[in-house]
């Protein structure tokens, strides 16, 4: 299984900007599909942004043209740049892996999960 590690939550004002990071190590990242989740206070974990081995990505409606996910193979990394910060958007983050590199939106298709990190954005 693929280790995860996310960093660079934080405290943000609305309209602010921040960028997640999620090194992965033990596994064949390469080929790994990479997903990024939420779950904010009361409510279940969603999907946010998946990318696929290849490049391809996908993100949930309500982040698009906000947020941006993409990887550095060389890096062992996958990044969640996220523009245009609202309230709405405070939550956990969770880095996700999946050994079919395939993209996915669904959180039973990941095997490894990493410990999250908290994002709030203030208004």
């Known amino acids: 299984q693929v280790q995860l590690v996310e960093s660079g939550g934080g405290l943000v004002q609305a309209g602010g900007s921040l960028r997640l990071s999620c090194s992965a190590s033990?596994?064949?990242?390469?080929?790994?599909?990479m997903a990024w989740f939420r779950q904010a206070p009361g409510k279940e974990r969603e999907f946010v942004a998946a990318i696929s081995w290849s490049g391809v990505t996908s993100y949930v409606d309500s982040v698009k043209g906000r947020f941006r996910i993409f990887r550095d193979n060389a890096k062992n990394t996958v990044y969640l740049q996220m523009n245009s910060l609202k309230p709405e958007d405070t939550a956990v983050y969770y880095c996700a892996a999946r050994r079919n590199g395939y993209i996915s939106s669904r959180q039973e298709d990941f095997d490894s999960w990493g410990q999250g990190t908290q994002v709030t954005v203030s208004s």
């Open positions: 033990g596994g064949t990242f390469r080929t790994s599909g």
